[in-house]
């Protein structure tokens, strides 16, 4: 059995995550495609207040300011990864303001966001679900009346149909990740080991992450205080035929509500 560390997300995120992830947290254009469909999704206009909840080096926030947005909050609890998006934000001369805190308590005032995003499945990491179902009460906080909340998430159907007990990719010429898995109930936990060809091994940590079906997550949402939870399906789809391996990624769903 695969055992994890509550509190795993607080140290997992830093360099080698970056590497680790790289098909998807350091992929620009596939950032851009993202973004795009956010902009669909939720009508955005460029003087929303926006929030990007666990947004790690904000590279949709980053993006989202590229194209105009004018009010651009990244929360994070990882120092390092929000180190790195400030410093890119100077580089470019964009404005995103980069704020560390914990999802469960968001150290921003009440009414103050149009919209919260929750990207790239930064949802259902803790080991009790009645602090995920924290996470949404304090977005419901934070969000005027009328405010948009989007949570980009794993397909939960999908994985349970695909599940890969072990795989890997070379996240670079020099290093290679290998994931191993164990689905229990709703919990996915997993064995992450980076290994470099020159000097061994680099990393190996575990970590775990609950699956919640939209319908779940509806009822969710609502429990919260949202109205009108409705699910976009196959929002993100990354053809694993590429030769590139976006972990659980593969498929993604997309569930938006509003605050009422």
């Known amino acids: 059995m695969i055992v994890v560390d509550p509190h795993w997300w607080e140290s997992l995120f830093d360099e080698v995550y970056l590497l680790t992830d790289a098909p998807i947290v350091g992929n620009p ?7 795009d469909v956010l902009e669909q999704v939720l009508q955005l206009r460029p003087t929303a207040h926006i929030l990007d909840l666990c947004g790690g080096q904000g590279r949709h926030a980053l993006e989202l300011a590229r194209r105009g947005y004018q009010h651009l909050t990244v929360l994070d609890y990882a120092h390092f990864l929000l180190q790195r998006g400030h410093r890119e934000a100077v580089e470019d001369g964009l404005t995103v303001h980069f704020c560390r805190g914990d999802a469960r308590t968001i ?3 009440a009414t103050s966001m ?22 949404l009460t304090e977005a419901v906080r934070v969000l005027r009346r009328g405010g948009h909340v989007l949570l980009d998430l794993f397909d939960e159907t999908f994985i349970r149909r695909h599940f890969l007990a072990e795989s890997w990719h070379e996240a670079t010429d020099d290093a290679v990740v290998c994931w191993k898995r164990e689905l229990t109930g709703d ?8 290994l470099s060809k020159t000097s061994g091994l680099v990393r190996d940590r575990t970590y775990a992450e ?35 391996d976006y972990g659980m990624a593969t498929h993604r769903t997309l569930v938006t509500a509003v605050k009422g």
Request: aromatic fraction near 10%; hydrophobic fraction near 40%; proline fraction near 8%.
């Open 114 to 135: 149009d919209v919260v995003l929750l990207m790239a499945n930064s949802f259902g990491y803790f080991t009790d679900p009645a602090e995920d179902s924290q996470v």
């Open 210 to 244: 609950r699956l919640y079906s939209p319908e779940r997550l509806c009822a969710l949402l609502r429990e919260a205080g949202f109205v009108r939870p409705q699910v976009h399906r196959n929002a993100f789809v990354y053809n694993p035929d590429t030769g590139t």
């Open 29 to 35: 254009p596939l950032t851009k495609r993202e973004v």
């Open 187 to 194: 919990v996915v936990r997993v064995r992450e080991m980076v």
């Open 107 to 109: 150290p921003l005032g």
